[in-house]
C-alpha cells in the first residue's frame, strides 16, 4: 500500500497534464478556455429557481430544430411535384424518419409555447426593467423571427393544409394598407402561390430567418452575460449588497441553512 | 475649470435635416412608379429625389446642420503639447516666438483613410446589394400576367345550372396552376351567348369557395383542350349560392356576398367564343352586381388581391395593386 500512493499520484498528475496541456494550448492562444469558464461559472442570483430555466429550455428547443431541420434538408425536396412525395418517403420509409420529423414537427410548437412561457416568466417577474429593457426588445425580434420560420415551414409538406394556410397567411398580409399587396406578391414570388413560392419559403426557411435567429439568440445570450441575472421579485436580498449570512443548520452541505 | 450647469454630454446641435427624408420619398415614389411602370410616378419621384438631394448635398458641403465646434480654452497638459511647436533647443528659445495655443484645422490622414474605407466598403456593398435585391424582388413583379385558356366547347356548358370547370391557368408551371371556375350558361341573349364565370378564390383571404348545393361527383368529365392539360367539368344542381369552409364567408348565385368576413363579390373571368369553345382571357374583379345572369349589372375592378377593397371607403388604403 505504501508504494501505490505516489505511483497513484505521478498517474494522477500525468493524467492531469494530458487534460490541461491542449487546454493551456488553447487557451494560450484564444482565450477560449477562460470565456468558457466566464459563461459557465458566472455568479447568478442564490434565490434563482427553475423558472429561470425556461429560457435555456427555448434555447435547446431552438437547438433541437436547428438540428433536426438540417438532417431533414437531406432528404427534403423543395419541387411541387416532388415535397409531398419526398415527405412521404422520410415518414414512411427512411429509418427513424418519422421519429426525426416527428420532432422537427412537434418542436417548432415546443419553442414557440416555451418562448411565450419564458416571455410571461419575465415579464411577471419584472425582469425586463433597467437595465435589461434592449433584452426584451431583442427577445420580442426573437418571437417574431421563430413565428416567420413557424410560417415558412408550415408551407413545406406541401399538403391540402399547409397549402391553403399559406395562401390565407399570405393575404392576410395582402389586406395591410398600401402595401401590403406588394409585401404578399413578394412573398408568393408572383400573383399566384406557384413553383418560386415554395423554394423561397423553403430557403427563407433554411437560411435566412435561422441566421436571423442565431445572431439575435448569440445577442440576446450576450446580453444576459453581461447585465447578469435578476432576482426574483420576492427575493429579500437587495440588489448590489452583500450575502445575508447563514446559520448552518443539521449536517454541513446537505441542507440549505437557515437566514439569522 | 469653467463651471457648468446641466448634464455634462455633448451640445445640443441644431435638430437634423429634414432633407434625407424627402430624398427617401422621392426614392420611395420613383420605385414604385418603375414597378407600376408608370412613367410620370416615376418622374415626379425623379423630381423629388433630384431636389432633395440637391438641398442634402448642399447642407453636407456648407457644414450646415453640422454639430458647431465647441471653442473650450485647452487645459495645458499631455493634451495640448502637441498644438505647440517643439522647441530645437534652449538656445532658440528666445528666438523663436512661442506659439499660441490654438485650433489648427488639420485634415489627418486618420481621417482620411477611415473615411475613404468606409466609402470604399459603402461603394462595393452597393454594387454587390444593388443587383441582387432587384434579382430577389424583381422576378415576382415583372412578367406576370394572365394567358388565355382553353375550357373547353360552349357544348359542354348547358343552359340553367353551374359547372365546376377546373383548368390550368399556367399550363408550363404545372398542376400548381390548376384553378377553378364556377361556370353557368346564361343562354344567348341578342344573338350571343352569356355565360357568367366566377373564380372559386373567396374574396376574403383566397380559400376555395365551395357550391352550396349537389355536386354531381358521379357525372363528372374531362375535356380535352388543344395545348394538352385537360380541364374537368362537374355539373351541379340546385346551387342557392357558394359558401367559403375557411371562415364561413357567403355568397348568392351572382357572386354577391351575403355573409361573412368577405370585403366584395366574387371575382370573374373575362370571355370569349372562338370556334365555338369558351376562352377565358383574364380576370377582375367585382364590388357589387345589381340583377342576375344576362341581366346582371357588374360593377367591374382591376383584379385586386383578396381582403383588398375596391370600392367604398376603405378603398383609399388600397391605391396601389402590383401588376398581375
Known sequence: MATT????????????????????WLEERSGLVGATKYFLFRKVPRDSSWWHTLGSATLTAFLVQAGTGLILAFYYKPDPDK????????????TLGWLVRGMHRWGASVFIILMFFHMARVFLFGAYKYPRELNWI?????????????????LLPWDQTSYWATVVGININASAPFLGPFIAQFLRGGAEIGTDTLSRFYALHM??????????????????????VSSPPWSSEGAGRDRAEVKPTGRAGLTRGRRV | MVETKGPTGPPHGPAPSL??????????????GLVLGSWSTVAVGAVLLLAFGFVWARDVATGHGAPPVVDEPLAPGPES???????????????????EDEEIETYPRSAFLSLSTLGLGGVITGIVAAPVTVFAVGPAFVGQGEEEVDIGPLDDYPEGNFIV???????????????????RNNGVVDGRPSLTILSNRCVHLGCPVQVNGLSLEGQKK??????????????????????????GGQYDTEGNRTAGPPVRALDRFRYKIRDGRVILTSSYSVGEVDGQGAEAVIKAYDLAMPSVHVDGPEAILYPFEPPH
Open chain 2, 165 to 183: 370547370a377546373t383548368f390550368l391557368a399556367r399550363p408550363d408551371e404545372g398542376e400548381v396552376s390548376r384553378r377553378t371556375a364556377y361556370v
Open chain 2, 19 to 32: 432633407w434625407p427624408l424627402g430624398f427617401a420619398i422621392g426614392l420611395t415614389v420613383a420605385l414604385v
Open chain 2, 81 to 99: 503639447a502637441r498644438h505647440t511647436v517643439p522647441l530645437r533647443s534652449d538656445r532658440d528659445a528666445d528666438a523663436l516666438p512661442v506659439m
Open chain 2, 222 to 247: 374531362t375535356v380535352e383542350v388543344p395545348e394538352g392539360p385537360t380541364v374537368e367539368l362537374t355539373p351541379t344542381e340546385a346551387a342557392s349560392g357558394f359558401g367559403c369552409p375557411c371562415h
Open chain 1, 207 to 228: 437560411l435566412a430567418v435561422p441566421g436571423a435567429l442565431f445572431g439575435l439568440i448569440g445577442l440576446h445570450l450576450y446580453l444576459v452575460i453581461r447585465l447578469g
Open chain 1, 138 to 154: 431583442v427577445g420580442v425580434l426573437i418571437l417574431v423571427t421563430g413565428m416567420l420560420e413557424g410560417f415558412t415551414g408550415y
Open chain 1, 5 to 24: 500512493a505516489p505511483r497513484r499520484r505521478r498517474r494522477q498528475s500525468k493524467l492531469q497534464q494530458a487534460v490541461d496541456i491542449p487546454l493551456d
Open chain 1, 83 to 94: 415535397a409531398y412525395e419526398s415527405i412521404q418517403h422520410i415518414t414512411n420509409d427512411l
